[in-house]
């Protein structure tokens, strides 16, 4: 809007401004949403943008360096494929000649470990003074499965093969690289979210998160 002012005594005097009123859409946006609207796309387009946030999540994790994306752009759909995918696996070396063997149990085992679980770790780092919502250190904690997840593949292969000492030591190197790896990747995308001198108290949880799933890796794909 440019506007200008003839004064009594002579003086020219200008006012210069640019109004510009903001769409409704991004004055009710709240921070972190996206610039566009999801209703007026195709439903593929939806998908495969959603499939490519997924992917990208999952790189970060098997290369941990760059935080942004995995805490910014949060999502669970993530930890909810790995929790199902662990928990069918698991589910599959029932022993089937126990009653109770139907693969139930270890299948309901494993949502309550890793959906409790990693509330109870995010409730502790927000007790803590963690800087991060609640959400993102689920996403996180869920994403970071995936090389323990990676495990669990390998030790499933593995049981094909007659069982020896040798092939049990090899599953559990293969189980300890899992757990080993996926620690290390929250505790980067994590630690920076704790006050230096309680990161100890915040790591610890997620340390024993990760043993317990990585126990029942090595546990329940035995014969």
Request: charged share 15%.
């Amino acid at each position: 809007m440019d506007t200008k002012l003839d004064m009594h005594d002579g003086d020219d005097y200008s006012l210069a401004g640019d109004m510009s009123i903001p769409s409704a859409r991004r004055n009710n946006a709240q921070p972190g949403q996206p610039d566009f609207n999801t209703l007026d796309e195709p439903i593929k387009e939806t998908i495969m943008r959603d499939v490519k946030s997924v992917t990208a999540k999952f790189y970060h994790v098997l290369y941990p360096k760059e935080k942004s994306t995995l805490l910014k752009e949060w999502d669970l759909w993530g930890p909810l494929l790995l929790c199902t995918f662990m928990a069918t696996i698991l589910q599959g070396t029932a022993d089937i000649t126990d009653s109770k063997g139907d693969g139930g149990p270890q299948f309901a085992q494993v949502f309550v470990i890793v959906w409790i679980g990693a509330m109870i770790v995010t409730l502790n780092s927000k007790l803590l003074g963690g800087n991060i919502s609640f959400f993102q250190s689920v996403c996180v904690l869920g994403y970071c499965l995936a090389p323990v997840a990676g495990s669990l593949i390998v030790c499933s292969v593995l049981l094909f093969i007659e069982q020896t000492k040798f092939i049990f030591f090899l599953r559990l190197v293969v189980t300890l690289i899992g757990f080993l790896w996926s620690s290390y990747a929250a505790y980067v995308f994590l630690g920076d979210s704790q006050p230096p001198n309680r990161k100890p108290l915040a790591v610890y949880p997620i340390v024993l998160f990760y043993f317990i799933l990585s126990w029942l890796v090595i546990s329940h794909s035995a014969t």
